[in-house]
Antibody, heavy 117, light 112 residues
Framework: EVQLVQSGAEVKKPGESLKISCKGS????????IGWVRQMPGKGLEWMGIIYPGDSDTRYSPSFQGQVTISADKSFNTAYLQWSSLKASDTAMYYC??????????WGQGTLVTVSS | QSALTQPASVSGSPGQSITISCTGTSSDVGSYNLVSWYQQHPGKAPKLMIYEGSKRPSGVSNRFSGSKSGNTASLTISGLQAEDEADYYC????????????FGGGTKLTVL
């Protein structure tokens, strides 16, 4: 069974750094791209970027380029999304999802990130 | 890339059929038959319902169907059931040299 399990909710202050994770199981982790999707409170889905764990090739949405860093450790079947300096506007639910060609077929349960002073 | 345009809300009674539209441009929906649809219940992760325009993943009811005409894709749900009440998002491949997708703004389906 394909599963993506994300790390737990985080509460941070503006300016702090953060790295959240997404661990895949039940399939060959290095053979599929993993994407990250943001959902701000009460809003829709926004694609942030994707990574190919096999070689760490990474592509970013223009809206998120330079704002976040996506990485992966294939030894641990885990992808990461990180911020170096959080802003209040980063408060959102973040989902990882497996990219199967052109669509996201399996999703993690989501990680809620709250940034507040 | 601008978000795809979906109606904010649609509604229908149990047993009826509804259609949710998703309008893009000739750079995304119009150029590729690669539209996917996701269902999201409150507090839950999105779930893939339709991919490549009209294909259903294993386990998804055949009451869900997808189609496309020009720059507009559509999701039709027939035989509405209470459990179908959720938010629905379309998503289209948008090409680019580095890969790109664009989501719609989402549609809230209310089953009356």
């Amino acid at each position: 069974e394909v599963q993506l399990v994300q790390s737990g909710a985080e509460v941070k202050k503006p300016g702090e750094s953060l790295k959240i994770s997404c661990k895949g199981s039940g399939y060959r982790f290095t053979s599929y791209w993993i994407g990250w999707v943001r959902q701000m409170p009460g809003k829709g889905l926004e694609w942030m970027g994707i990574i190919y764990p096999g070689d760490s090739d990474t592509r970013y949405s223009p809206s998120f380029q330079g704002q976040v860093t996506i990485s992966a450790d294939k030894s641990f079947n885990t992808a990461y999304l990180q911020w170096s300096s959080l802003k209040a506007s980063d408060t959102a639910m973040y989902y990882c999802a497996r990219l199967n060609g052109d669509h996201f077929d399996y999703w993690g349960q989501g990680t809620l990130v709250t940034v507040s002073s | 890339q601008s978000a795809l345009t979906q109606p904010a809300s649609v509604s229908g009674s149990p047993g009826q059929s509804i259609t949710i539209s998703c309008t893009g441009t000739s750079s995304d929906v119009g150029s590729y038959n690669l539209v996917s649809w996701y269902q999201q219940h409150p507090g839950k992760a999105p779930k893939l319902m339709i991919y490549e325009g009209s294909k259903r993943p294993s386990g998804v009811s055949n009451r869900f169907s997808g189609s496309k005409s020009g720059n507009t894709a559509s999701l039709t749900i027939s035989g509405l059931q209470a459990e179908d009440e959720a938010d629905y998002y379309c998503c289209s491949y948008a090409g680019s040299s580095t890969f790109g997708v664009v989501f719609g703004g989402g549609t809230k389906l209310t089953v009356l």
